[in-house]
């Protein structure tokens, strides 16, 4: 088993809010995060995929087949873009970087194993600081 | 002469665009940088001044003095915010990274200067890609 | 099973030593870093903890919250001193990084679990190129 | 159970290809990693390794020995080298990551083990977007 | 005047030699570096250029016109290539970062200049310990 | 004028104070890094020389020649000591990176100079927030 990791950047606006809250709710749960206004983040995607080394290629999986993927099917969709209002696979969910990673693994995983490998781990550096790891 | 620069960090929400002109101008000239729905950033702040050593403290400046000044003047009014609707220091003025130095720049001379150095560059890295310098 | 990491850093002194060997022995096994003036580094801790996903807040803890554990439990007291010396989880202990994991560890993981969470890994960063993980 | 990983970095020039297959197959495949004049690398080597702590010592391994291990049986090898024509532990095998990642794991684990640790993973960084980890 | 830096990255196999020297002249004098067989890096460029700020756009220079300039002029002939024998710009030259900058310099002036901007500075990182910078 | 960037890497113990001054003072003006137990970091030196490029070599300096000389002249004096003990070349000074950044100049200016080339700047960079810079 060998696992391959690819990363990709993107840059979004989002609010972390829930609309069944009052914006004080909202302010004393979700701290400078819930401004009404947006704020916004440089995201680090990592995508970590596992499966058997091919004899033929010594490739787990074509990274440019895995860029192509993570790209049409989430950076394309999120990057410069709110998270919140524009991203189809975030709809309905509160944006947290939590709830990015778990979508983010749905959103690849088919196309992952399409490709013969599987999905191992998404995680996600919100900031320097703070990361998310989804094991599915 | 001797340079000190500090780093501090911002996350904030922006678009670039003309208000006078329609979206699909700005579409054109900005990008994806004009999306509507705004789009945000990790924001790295390089503030660097200049001054003759004190002979008493060995120092330029005072580290936590301008730590304090760039967190009270800079980045209070800009992290976690919309960088276009809500960062008085930039009103009017389209939100590139070229006039969030210079406004920057305004925003923090008078105060080093009072704390007897002076201010040398203002360094805005947008993206690990794409940073600019202002000297003033 | 969500996975959260939050990094912090700390600047200290330290060095490794056995006070029943002597110089030369303690020299002998722990070479440069068992100067008996000391020596220092940046240190990066990273904390993992993981849990369920919380429907309400889209969180598997409140990033605030840790936030705060760490600084009151490791940062305050490690931060600007002397490990040998004057950190009271590290008395008695030989001063080196995998002593350092394991001290850490104790002294989060009652807190961590306090706020309904789980203490999954820490993560020790000497220098760039050293590091050491604990999962308890 | 510790575990310590020593970062360590060599600049080689590689190539991807099968002499089976004509310079079109390749570049059909491999694409511009196929280049028969070569390109290069700055990789970054992680070798993880696992144990007790001894608790005469603090340590899982003295980094001093498990650097020179590496060291001796990986970097002078393959620094400064061409992967494909000079390196022994990757004669005969297509150069990817994923086959450097193995071979690098056989070329040491009998070492580690020699020292009363284990070999836990071993992590090549080929860029800062594409890594590789193999745990045996 | 506002200074605006675009970082991008190539990855070349090269070698340090003059063909008028015997193998062991260009070991004495260019080392591990002179390796016949080639090795490689992955190299990373920044290049600055500065000018007046635009009224109307708040720009020095539009970013992707810089990038999109950068990508044809070098990066696009360099990339997955080897410096010595490939590269055009390199022609006849020694293949180290300081001509390296130099002869990128001369490649994008022209250009940059072109689009109303002036070159300010060509950095090449050739490895983290190691990096050249050009002012004209 | 081609200028060439060296880095080097240190870790050692310092504490910022004057004799002449009370704890108590020293604990004003220097704050938590007048600790008299001493806290400790791992500096980042970045030493930049310029000079005309050999037309026999395209170096502007042989960097094997350069790193020898700040491993000489500063790294084996600094690196695992206490920088207010143990180095001769900060000995009555002040321990800030100030002073450090001018006393690295003093110590590397001849040696660079013998080997045809010039010091343009040194670099100290003590936490990845605060950096010193000196041109002489």
Redesign the interface.
């Known amino acids: 088993?060998?696992?391959?990791?690819?990363?990709?950047?993107f840059?979004?606006?989002?609010r972390?809010f829930?609309q069944d809250w009052t914006d004080e709710k909202n302010q004393k749960?979700?701290?400078?995060?819930s401004?009404p206004?947006?704020?916004?983040?440089?995201y680090e995607l990592f995508v970590?995929v596992k499966g058997e080394?091919s004899e033929?290629?010594?490739?787990?999986i074509?990274?440019?087949t895995l860029k192509k993927i993570i790209l049409e099917k989430v950076i394309q969709k999120i990057?410069?873009?709110?998270i919140n209002?524009?991203v189809d696979f975030m709809k309905g969910?509160?944006?947290?970087s939590?709830?990015l990673?778990?979508a983010v693994w749905n959103q690849l995983k088919p196309f992952i194993e399409k490709e013969g490998a599987q999905l191992h781990c998404i995680k996600i550096e919100e900031?320097?600081?703070?990361?998310?790891?989804?094991?599915g």
Chains 1, 2, 3, 4, 5, 6 share one sequence.
């Open positions: 088993m060998i696992y391959l990791t690819r990363r990709e950047r840059s979004a606006a989002h972390m829930r749960i979700f701290g400078k995060c401004n206004n947006w704020h916004g983040h440089n970590t080394l033929e290629t010594g490739f787990v074509n990274i440019d990057d410069h873009k709110n209002l524009e969910k509160i944006a947290t939590e709830n990673a778990i900031t320097e600081n703070n990361s998310i790891e989804y094991y």
